[in-house]
């Protein structure tokens, strides 16, 4: 940054010196050019008004002048290149221009151009026709040369001057990048410094953000927020492994408890058998719940491609209700299904039966007998809604916005091996999420429940 900034800065510096040099290099080459034309013009006046009008008369004879420390010499030659007249000493500066060089003189107000004289002093010439007297024959001309080593000498003393100071201004523009760049650097420093101390068990801390300037306020609140959603996720990770050894010690105690009491005394083979049986089904409980969580773990990874394919929505929830139907009338629920007929949609057949079947589950376990449970399916705009309601004893208010949850039950307990594990509704949702879509719940205590998968069709989930 320091060596960019010296770069730019100095660069910058010498663009600016350079043109206020060739500035004052033309203005004083077109005043010279300028003072040679009022030299010209007088010079020419005072032939005119010497004696007899001739430039060969005594009365007019040039002389060297100092003019601003610049030396003045006056040349008439004839339409041959003779010279007439020239002031004492030009002879030795400066040779007569030739003839070809008069001839190619086309405009009266001259020709100027800079030469060097035989010693290499630099000279700045104007050559222009003049009226010829009376008494003269042919045309005349004039040459003024003006000699510039006075104007070389300052241009020499300014350009000395320039090059100091561009060497200061070169120190300078380093010691002020460098602070500049330290002091743009010590924010970034900070946060590096922040980010090198955060470990898994201090997420907690943030970056500062007082007295950041803009460009940097915004990385380090995004780096807040990722160190935000860093933390939610630990909590996460730490509060859903406790949670897993704590449904998994269950069972585990069961099993523990069922085989050291059946070994603690010889018993019968109907003894045995129950509690073979009783072992049976909480391995039963062991697996499904290592199922689910293992489902779960491949839907936060997205390791496995949804297998869609076109189907009738109508004949796959009749196959649900089907398989809930024994469930429904042993419990004394009316389990009914509606949907709107032709109904279709891609979907991945076995995810949304094991959405919906887990969604039917819940509703029956909360509905006491004489309640209803309806499935329903229907088209809203482009979207397919598939919605499970009962007439069970709902959910307080409280508890809607974290029943999605994984290991959330609304019972306090969570003992005993009949209990849920609390990730039938977890597992909905990260189905529905999978496909693109969204699961909505309604309930009222004592009035019963309403969930709603809304699921857009696939082309409304790759332009998300």
Same mark, same amino acid.
Request: glycine share 10%; aromatic share 6%; charged share 25%.
């Given at each position: 940054?320091?060596?960019?900034?010296?770069?730019?800065?100095?660069?910058?510096?010498?663009?600016?010196?350079?043109?206020?040099?060739?500035?004052?290099?033309?203005?004083?080459?077109?005043?010279?050019?300028?003072?040679?034309?009022?030299?010209?013009?007088?010079?020419?006046?005072?032939?005119?008004?010497?004696?007899?009008?001739?430039?060969?008369?005594?009365?007019?004879?040039?002389?060297?002048?100092?003019?601003?420390?610049?030396?003045?010499?006056?040349?008439?030659?004839?339409?041959?290149?003779?010279?007439?007249?020239?002031?004492?000493?030009?002879?030795?500066?400066?040779?007569?221009?030739?003839?070809?060089?008069?001839?190619?003189?086309?405009?009266?107000?001259?020709?100027?151009?800079?030469?060097?004289?035989?010693?290499?002093?630099?000279?700045?010439?104007?050559?222009?026709?003049?009226?010829?007297?009376?008494?003269?024959?042919?045309?005349?001309?004039?040459?003024?040369?003006?000699?510039?080593?006075?104007?070389?000498?300052?241009?020499?003393?300014?350009?000395?001057?320039?090059?100091?100071?561009?060497?200061?201004?070169?120190?300078?523009?380093?010691?002020?990048?460098?602070?500049?760049?330290?002091?743009?650097?010590?924010?970034?420093?900070?946060?590096?410094?922040?980010?090198?101390?955060?470990?898994?068990?201090?997420?907690?801390?943030?970056?500062?953000?007082?007295?950041?300037?803009?460009?940097?306020?915004?990385?380090?609140?995004?780096?807040?927020?990722?160190?935000?959603?860093?933390?939610?996720?630990?909590?996460?990770?730490?509060?859903?492994?406790?949670?897993?050894?704590?449904?998994?010690?269950?069972?585990?105690?069961?099993?523990?408890?069922?085989?050291?009491?059946?070994?603690?005394?010889?018993?019968?083979?109907?003894?045995?058998?129950?509690?073979?049986?009783?072992?049976?089904?909480?391995?039963?409980?062991?697996?499904?719940?290592?199922?689910?969580?293992?489902?779960?773990?491949?839907?936060?990874?997205?390791?496995?491609?949804?297998?869609?394919?076109?189907?009738?929505?109508?004949?796959?929830?009749?196959?649900?209700?089907?398989?809930?139907?024994?469930?429904?009338?042993?419990?004394?629920?009316?389990?009914?299904?509606?949907?709107?007929?032709?109904?279709?949609?891609?979907?991945?057949?076995?995810?949304? %039966?094991? !959405?919906?079947?887990? /969604?039917?589950?819940?509703?029956?376990?909360?509905?006491?007998? #004489? &309640?209803? $449970? *309806? =499935?329903?399916?229907?088209?809203?705009?482009?979207?397919?809604?598939?919605?499970?309601?009962?007439?069970?004893?709902?959910?307080?208010?409280?508890?809607?916005?974290?029943?999605?949850?994984?290991?959330?039950?609304?019972?306090?307990?969570?003992?005993?091996?009949? %209990?849920? !594990?609390?990730?039938? /509704?977890?597992?909905?949702?990260?189905?529905?999420?999978?496909? #693109? &879509?969204? $699961? *909505? =719940?309604?309930?009222?205590?004592?009035?019963?429940?309403?969930?709603?998968?809304?699921?857009?069709?696939?082309?409304?989930?790759?332009?998300?």
């Amino acid at each position: 940054m320091t060596v960019w900034y010296v770069l730019s800065a100095f660069a910058l510096i010498l663009i600016a010196t350079g043109l206020l040099y060739w500035v004052l290099v033309n203005g004083m080459y077109r005043e010279d050019v300028n003072d040679l034309g009022d030299i010209l013009q007088n010079a020419t006046l005072l032939l005119r008004a010497s004696n007899g009008g001739s430039a060969a008369s005594p009365g007019f004879e040039p002389t060297r002048t100092a003019r601003y420390r610049s030396d003045i010499y006056v040349r008439v030659l004839d339409e041959d290149g003779r010279t007439l007249v020239e002031t004492p000493g030009l002879a030795s500066q400066l040779p007569a221009p030739t003839q070809a060089q008069l001839a190619a003189i086309r405009s009266r107000h001259g020709v100027s151009r800079q030469i060097l004289s035989r010693r290499g002093e630099p000279f700045l010439t104007l050559i222009a026709p003049i009226a010829a007297p009376r008494a003269a024959a042919g045309r005349q001309y004039m040459q003024i040369a003006m000699d510039r080593a006075h104007d070389e000498f300052l241009l020499a003393r300014y350009r000395e001057r320039l090059w100091r100071i561009l060497g200061v201004s070169l120190v300078l523009c380093s010691v002020v990048g460098y602070l500049i760049a330290r002091g743009g650097m010590r924010p970034i420093e900070g946060i590096s410094r922040t980010a090198e101390r955060i470990r898994a068990t201090t997420l907690h801390e943030r970056i500062s953000t007082g007295g950041l300037p803009d460009e940097l306020r915004g990385l380090a609140e995004t780096f807040n927020s990722m160190l935000d959603r860093l933390e939610q996720s630990f909590r996460h990770i730490s509060q859903f492994s406790d949670d897993v050894a704590h449904e998994l010690r269950t069972p585990i105690n069961n099993l523990r408890g069922e085989i050291e009491v059946a070994l603690g005394k010889a018993r019968s083979a109907e003894e045995y058998r129950e509690v073979l049986g009783s072992c049976f089904e909480e391995c039963t409980r062991i697996s499904r719940l290592i199922r689910t969580l293992l489902f779960l773990a491949r839907s936060d990874t997205a390791a496995d491609a949804l297998q869609r394919e076109p189907i009738d929505l109508g004949e796959e929830l009749a196959k649900v209700g089907a398989f809930y139907e024994p469930a429904a009338g042993e419990g004394g629920v009316r389990l009914r299904v509606a949907c709107t007929a032709g109904l279709r949609a891609e979907l991945d057949r076995t995810l949304l %039966q094991q !959405a919906v079947g887990n /969604l039917v589950s819940n509703a029956l376990a909360h509905t006491p007998a #004489g &309640g209803s $449970v *309806e =499935i329903a399916a229907s088209a809203r705009g482009q979207d397919v809604v598939i919605a499970v309601a009962d007439t069970g004893c709902g959910i307080a208010q409280e508890h809607l916005a974290r029943v999605f949850e994984r290991f959330y039950r609304i019972e306090q307990s969570r003992t005993g091996s009949q %209990q849920n !594990a609390g990730l039938g /509704l977890a597992v909905v949702k990260s189905i529905v999420g999978r496909h #693109g &879509g969204r $699961v *909505e =719940i309604e309930s009222a205590v004592g009035e019963g429940t309403r969930v709603s998968l809304i699921l857009p069709p696939p082309a409304a989930v790759g332009r998300a």
